[in-house]
């Protein structure tokens, strides 16, 4: 079984400044990672997702995601935040189980950013 | 379309009725999956569709929950004698053949409201 494990409920931030969201995961075996964001009443989007190759990945918007197989993490980071970033941001983890791959989902971090 | 939709977008009920939710994933994708989003508590797995296998109903929290999937298409979400801890918003999300290689594509939800 995996799970995820997102250190944070609530990040606030000011505009500009850098921001990171923790995210660690345990598992078994090899494993896929996403991050995702919500906006204020939409649903979830893709941010950027690690398969395989580089561990440093780059999505939309400027984040950027680190996979560290040895501390079992996928930190979302971005150098300088927009209000517009303000969002509810999951991040997911999916593994073979059964012969499906199911992601699961931690319980999200809510980046506010302040002007 | 062109994304996933979901209906009704809000729905309150009486406890004790029974509720329809309806999917419509993005035309060509062969998965489909219902997760349950509750306040804090992230998103939480209910069932996964994949082509014409067996669905994967893991996750439904009790018998009073069932969900269909009519012609590799169009999926509905019953929930039973809604109990007042059913409140949440359904997510429905769909994708191409395996999810390890892809993203998962959010409807924006459900919100379900049992009084």
């Known amino acids: 079984a995996q799970s995820v494990t997102q250190l944070d409920s609530q990040v606030p931030v000011f505009e500009e400044a850098p921001v990171e969201l923790r995210c660690n995961y345990s598992s078994s075996v090899s494993v896929y990672l996403f991050w995702y964001v919500q906006y204020p009443n939409q649903g979830l989007q893709l941010l950027l997702k690690?398969?395989?190759?580089?561990?440093l990945v780059k999505g939309i918007n400027g984040f950027e995601a680190e996979f560290n197989k040895s501390q079992t993490s996928f930190h979302l980071r971005k150098p300088s935040v927009h209000i517009s970033d303000t969002a509810e941001y999951f991040c997911a983890v999916s593994a073979p189980s059964g012969g499906s791959y199911i992601p699961t989902f931690g319980r999200g971090t809510s980046l506010i950013v302040h002007p | 379309g062109a994304g996933v939709s979901q209906s009704p977008s809000n729905k309150v009920t009486e406890k004790g009725k029974d509720v329809e939710l309806r999917c419509d994933p993005i035309?060509?994708?062969?998965?489909l999956y219902w997760y349950r989003q509750s306040l804090g508590q992230g998103l939480e797995f209910l069932i996964y569709?994949?082509?014409?296998?067996?669905?994967?109903k893991s996750g439904l929290p009790s018998d009073r929950f069932s969900a269909e999937r009519t012609g590799g298409s169009v999926s509905t979400l019953t929930i039973q004698r809604t109990q007042q801890e059913d409140s949440a918003v359904y997510l429905c999300a769909s994708s191409f053949n395996r999810v390890e290689t892809g993203e998962l594509f959010f409807g924006e939800g459900s919100r379900l409201t049992v009084l």
């Open positions: 569709f994949q082509g014409n296998s067996a669905p994967d």
């Open positions: 690690y398969l395989s190759g580089s561990t």
């Open positions: 035309s060509g994708h062969t998965a």
